[in-house]
C-alpha cells in the first residue's frame, strides 16, 4: 500500500461501528478497528459471528478508500485463510463454528499491493 493511499484511508475511515470507552457497550461483528503496518491492514473483528461471516464496508469497492488489491487474509494466531471477496463489501467466509463465536476480539491480517 502506498503511503499517500494509507493516509487517505486513516483520514476517513478510523473505525467501523460505534466507539465507545465504557465496558457496557455490547460489540456485533460490525464493530471492526484497523490499524496497519507495511502492506498489511490489520482488522480487529470485536464480536465473532456465529455464521463465521465477516462484511467490512469500508474496505469494500463502494467505498472506493482502498485502491490497492486484496491478496489474502489470514486469521492471527491459526493457520486459516478464509475466503473472501471483494465488491460492495469485503466479504469473508470462514465458516459457521471454525472460530468460536463470541465476545473475544480475532484480527484478520489483510495483506495488500
Known amino acids: 500500500m502506498k503511503k499517500e493511499e494509507y493516509l487517505s484511508l486513516i483520514d476517513e475511515v478510523i473505525a467501523q461501528g460505534p466507539y465507545t470507552d465504557t ?8 464493530d471492526i478497528r484497523f490499524t496497519s503496518k507495511s502492506n498489511h491492514i490489520y482488522a480487529t473483528v470485536l464480536h465473532w459471528p456465529e455464521d463465521g461471516e ?3 464496508k469500508a474496505l469494500g469497492n463502494d ?3 482502498l485502491k ?4 489474502d487474509i489470514e486469521i492471527l494466531g491459526t493457520d486459516l ?3 473472501f471477496a471483494r465488491n460492495k463489501e469485503l466479504d469473508i467466509s470462514c465458516g459457521r463454528g471454525v472460530i468460536e463465536a463470541g465476545d473475544m476480539p480475532v484480527v484478520l491480517k ?3 499491493e
Not at 465496558?23 to 460490525?30: G, R
Not at 490497492?68 to 491478496?71: K, L, N, Q
Open 63 to 65: 467505498m472506493k478508500l
Open 81 to 83: 485463510h478464509p475466503a
Open 23 to 30: 465496558y457496557d457497550k455490547h460489540f456485533t461483528s460490525e
Open 54 to 56: 465477516i462484511h467490512i
Open 110 to 112: 489483510i495483506t495488500v
Open 68 to 71: 490497492s488489491t486484496i491478496r
